[in-house]
Nanobody, 114 residues
């Protein structure tokens, strides 16, 4: 059974870059036809898709966040990462990583504040 775990700083200052890592256990991120997602949930709001990386390494992004988002991976560590630049307090949310939207990490709170 695959397990995903988010990690990264819980507090980011405005205008800085938010960086999160998702470590995947129980399956290679290069195997099969899998998609690995970053999703967030701002306080009091619904889930928002941020971006994804396929097992092949191809990426896709939400149009509303594309200009500020980069999703990459480190196959040697079986991890994929999210970088969101020029953050503002509106980027405050619980950030999740997921595989195929079926297996989810527990989520990590990120607050953007000075």
């Amino acid at each position: 059974q695959v397990q995903l775990q988010e990690s990264g700083p819980g507090l980011v200052k405005p205008s800085q870059t938010l960086s999160l890592t998702c470590t995947v256990a129980g399956g290679s991120i290069t195997a099969n036809d899998n998609y690995y997602f970053w999703i967030r949930q701002p306080p009091g709001k619904g889930l928002e898709w941020i971006g994804a990386i396929q097992n092949s390494g191809s990426t896709s992004y939400s149009p509303s966040l594309k200009s500020r988002t980069s999703v990459s991976r480190d196959t040697s560590k079986n991890q994929f990462t999210l970088q969101l630049s020029s953050v503002t307090p509106t980027d405050t949310a619980v950030y999740y990583c997921a595989r195929n939207l079926a297996d989810w990490g527990q989520g990590t709170q990120v607050t953007v504040s000075s």
